[in-house]
Nanobody, 125 residues
Framework: QVQLVESGGGLVQAGGSLRLSCAAS????????MGWFRQAPGKEREFAAG?????????YYADSVKGRFTISRDNAKNTVYLQMNSLKPEDTAVYYC?????????????????WGQGTQVTVSS
């Protein structure tokens, strides 16, 4: 069993930055691919970024965040990060981290086994 806890959300002005963290407990994350998803009010949960399980693993980004967001992981700390720069009002959402014991990076929420409770990110214009 994996428990995931996100932190780092908040209110920021457009153009600003935030760094989200996802701390895991219960099992070490080194054998899990990790994803960050987001869900805005009235919209479906969507893939934002993902990183495969091995150290220095392959990363994937949604087109909407590519070049602005960076996902990274510290297996020693059992933590995954999402650095978000040049934030836009349309980035406003609840952000979730998720884990799946696979080597590839799925983009469908249904592919992930474990989820955190989410952290709110609000970007004002």
């Amino acid at each position: 069993q994996v428990q995931l806890v996100e932190s780092g959300g908040g209110l920021v002005q457009a153009g600003g930055s935030l760094r989200l963290s996802c701390a895991a407990s219960g099992r070490i994350l080194s054998g899990y691919t990790m994803g960050w998803f987001r869900q805005a009010p009235g919209k479906e949960r969507e893939f934002a970024a993902g990183i495969s399980w091995w150290t220095g693993g392959t990363t994937y980004y949604a087109d909407s965040v590519k070049g602005r967001f960076t996902i990274s992981r510290d297996n020693a700390k059992n933590t995954v990060y999402l650095q978000m720069n040049s934030l836009k009002p349309e980035d406003t959402a609840v952000y979730y981290c998720a884990a799946v014991p696979r080597g590839v990076v799925p983009q469908a929420p249904s592919e992930y086994n474990y989820w955190g409770q989410g952290t709110q990110v609000t970007v004002s214009s």
